[in-house]
């Protein structure tokens, strides 16, 4: 990535206002739950425990390039989306659960991230993981429909919500910083006339981060600030070129080691001097 002008680094130690992780968003097997704001019919849906994987939060789900199996070509990862449940013997209930007789699907409402890519989903019946892609949305879109089922049910009324379907697989097909947006709804129709018991939830962006990729970079008042996705266990340099194409000699260090955190970080910089410079990221 190409930036005119030299620059000197610091490094933002402190965490981004507002940021907060836990233990329950550490690492890939994750669990994003799907619920109500009231288990009373008429209450949205919402991600009871979305304040740890929302934008806001700083974190990704790394999405690692596979060259082999099926896979192979697409960068995947996964997190496992579920819907709480309401009765004992799905193990609730669980405070948040959607009322009974709802069935949650996730839909993905928009895609942003790299021109040219496009975010994949790759469903499972819980059993093995997924080998085959379901459906792929690009990057850009805005209004979109394709959607998966979290609830295991038939749709009927007094049916528990739940759903835990572990297998599935989300994938990205060009290197870089993706926001996918989520969208709950309830497709039971068994609120009366045949409507969903509860109306959707607002779209809920989520990180994910295919490949080590700068995913933005920007000038403004004279200063540089580079964002990028942090993987916990690895260590990060930022490095800057005068040309491009570039010989192994001309990068030099701008700042790092940096420890990765597991959360989107940002690097701002002091006032920018005079030339031309190329930059990249470099891990270990």
Same mark, same amino acid.
């Given at each position: 990535?190409?930036?005119?002008?030299?620059?000197?680094?610091?490094?933002?130690?402190?965490?981004?206002?507002?940021?907060?992780?836990?233990?329950?968003?550490?690492?890939?097997?994750?669990?994003?739950?799907?619920?109500?704001?009231?288990?009373?019919?008429?209450?949205?849906?919402?991600?009871?425990?979305?304040?740890?994987?929302?934008?806001?939060?700083?974190?990704?789900?790394?999405?690692?390039?596979?060259?082999?199996?099926?896979?192979?070509?697409?960068?995947?990862?996964?997190?496992?989306?579920?819907?709480?449940?309401?009765?004992?013997?799905?193990?609730?209930?669980?405070?948040?659960?959607?009322?009974?007789?709802?069935?949650?699907?996730?839909?993905?409402?928009?895609?942003?991230?790299?021109?040219?890519?496009?975010?994949?989903?790759?469903?499972?019946?819980?059993?093995?993981? *997924?080998?085959?892609?379901?459906? @792929?949305?690009?990057? %850009?879109?805005? +209004? /979109? =429909?394709?959607?998966?089922?979290?609830?295991?049910?038939?749709?009927?009324?007094?049916?528990?919500?739940?759903?835990?379907?572990?297998?599935?697989?989300?994938?990205?097909?060009?290197?870089?910083?993706?926001?996918?947006?989520?969208?709950?709804?309830?497709?039971?129709?068994?609120?009366?006339?045949?409507?969903?018991?509860?109306?959707?939830?607002?779209?809920?962006?989520?990180?994910?981060?295919?490949?080590?990729?700068?995913?933005?970079?920007?000038?403004?008042?004279?200063?540089?600030?580079?964002?990028?996705?942090?993987?916990?266990?690895?260590?990060?340099?930022?490095?800057?070129?005068?040309?491009?194409? *570039?010989?192994?000699?001309?990068? @030099?260090?701008?700042? %790092?080691?940096? +420890? /990765? =955190?597991?959360?989107?970080?940002?690097?701002?910089?002091?006032?920018?001097?005079?030339?031309?410079?190329?930059?990249?990221?470099?891990?270990?």
């Amino acid at each position: 990535m190409k930036i005119s002008h030299g620059l000197v680094w610091r490094w933002l130690a402190a965490a981004i206002a507002g940021w907060s992780m836990s233990a329950t968003a550490v690492g890939q097997h994750a669990h994003l739950n799907a619920g109500a704001v009231d288990s009373v019919a008429g209450n949205p849906l919402y991600f009871p425990n979305g304040f740890n994987f929302i934008t806001n939060s700083a974190y990704f789900l790394p999405l690692k390039l596979e060259t082999n199996g099926p896979y192979a070509g697409h960068h995947q990862g996964y997190l496992t989306l579920t819907s709480l449940p309401a009765t004992g013997d799905n193990g609730g209930p669980a405070f948040g659960h959607a009322a009974f007789g709802a069935r949650i699907e996730a839909e993905v409402v928009q895609v942003d991230g790299p021109v040219g890519g496009a975010f994949g989903f790759w469903d499972s019946d819980g059993e093995e993981d *997924a080998t085959e892609l379901t459906f @792929s949305v690009p990057v %850009g879109e805005r +209004a /979109g =429909t394709q959607r998966f089922r979290l609830s295991e049910n038939q749709g009927q009324p007094g049916d528990d919500p739940y759903g835990h379907i572990h297998g599935r697989r989300f994938s990205a097909t060009v290197p870089g910083l993706y926001v996918v947006g989520f969208r709950l709804v309830d497709t039971g129709g068994n609120a009366p006339g045949g409507g969903p018991l509860h109306p959707a939830s607002e779209v809920f962006p989520i990180y994910m981060q295919a490949g080590t990729t700068v995913g933005a970079i920007s000038v403004e008042g004279g200063t540089l600030t580079v964002v990028y996705a942090s993987e916990r266990l690895k260590r990060y340099w930022l490095e800057r070129s005068p040309r491009f194409p *570039a010989s192994p000699g001309d990068w @030099s260090p701008v700042a %790092g080691p940096l +420890a /990765g =955190t597991g959360k989107v970080e940002r690097l701002t910089g002091v006032p920018l001097a005079d030339g031309e410079g190329w930059f990249r990221l470099r891990v270990e």
